[in-house]
């Protein structure tokens, strides 16, 4: 074969091992950009995958408790934040010997928990429910910071509304919050002494449950970390820890029964699991009703 020959063969095997070369540099290339597309789509759009604003209708007031305290706080931004308070059975102005911080879900509002504090107060027990920017009454945009933030108002003005700041407040606190509602209530709970803290339906991380809507890599872009294990680790290295009690249904199909399970046996001797056989993530709160009566009452 001629020096020439041999140079078009070498040529042509050069050629065929390129080929493939080129396609994996183009996947790469396509990878990167969907990747970027994704990212770009993520951030715009995540914190409407995580939060779902309600308002209240315009007859909001009908079957709210006559005693009902509306307590008006603004932000530093000049947005108008709005929680309730319901007193105790019977009881006059002054600060309540026990009270409940409690904290909905999504796509729910404060006044939605009229029903359980109906079932639950008694002549001791008074009720603050709190709502975050967007919903119920309030005004702005739902961020993790933002329902920090509502929370933090809602307690200050609580304490306004009895006659007693809420750092020389001798009343008893507790902390209740429902799914999104559980991050709001350890947040408020890693900041504030509380007594006992019970979870219903809770995630480990904003994080964790991005991962299983986009891949583990996408969900290093979530902005909101709400993140129930390390405030958990917060509550557990506390003073004196507060008594968790973590209720999650074995059927729950928006956050997974592991989470619960798995936050509970984070801390063993500070939190309580209890799980349920029944029901699904919404149902969690009727099925759990008379347990929840007995802890809101000191009664476990």
């Known amino acids: 074969m001629t020096d020439a020959a041999e140079e078009g063969v070498g040529a042509t095997k050069r050629k065929g091992r390129s080929a493939p070369a080129r396609f994996a540099s183009l996947l790469a290339i396509a990878l990167v950009a969907f990747y970027m597309i994704a990212a770009v789509y993520l951030s715009a759009i995540q914190r409407k995958l995580l939060f779902f604003p309600a ?3 315009p007859v909001w007031r009908n079957g709210v408790p006559a005693e009902t305290a509306e307590l008006v706080s603004t932000t530093p931004n000049g947005e108008r934040m709005v929680a309730f308070y319901v007193p105790p059975a019977g009881a ?28 639950w107060r008694d002549e001791r027990t008074g009720f603050l429910l709190v709502d975050y920017p967007g919903y119920g009454l309030c005004e702005g945009k739902p961020t993790r910071s933002g329902v920090i933030e509502a929370a933090e108002l809602a307690w200050s003005a609580f304490g306004a509304h009895v006659g007693s700041a809420p750092g020389e407040m001798k009343t008893e606190l507790n902390v209740l919050g429902f799914s999104l509602g559980a991050a709001a209530a ?82 063993p001797g500070m939190i309580r699991f209890h799980p349920v056989e029944t029901g699904g993530h919404n149902w969690l709160l009727g099925m759990v009703e008379d347990d929840l009566r007995h802890l809101v009452r000191g009664e476990e």
């Open 92 to 119: 006059g102005d002054g600060p309540p010997d026990r009270v409940w911080v409690l904290f909905h879900g999504n796509a729910a509002r404060a006044l939605d928990w009229v029903d359980n504090v109906e079932a």
């Open 55 to 57: 308002g209240y209708e």
């Open 186 to 267: 350890l947040e408020f709970a890693s900041r504030h002494p509380a007594k006992r803290v019970v979870l219903l339906a809770p995630f480990t991380s904003v994080r964790a449950m991005g991962s299983r809507m986009v891949t583990p890599l996408l969900s290093w872009l979530v902005v909101d970390r709400f993140d129930n294990a390390d405030r958990l680790d917060d509550l557990a290295a506390s003073e004196a820890p507060p008594a968790v009690h973590v209720f999650h249904a074995k059927d729950d199909e928006i956050v997974p029964y592991a989470m619960g399970e798995s936050l509970a046996k984070r801390h």
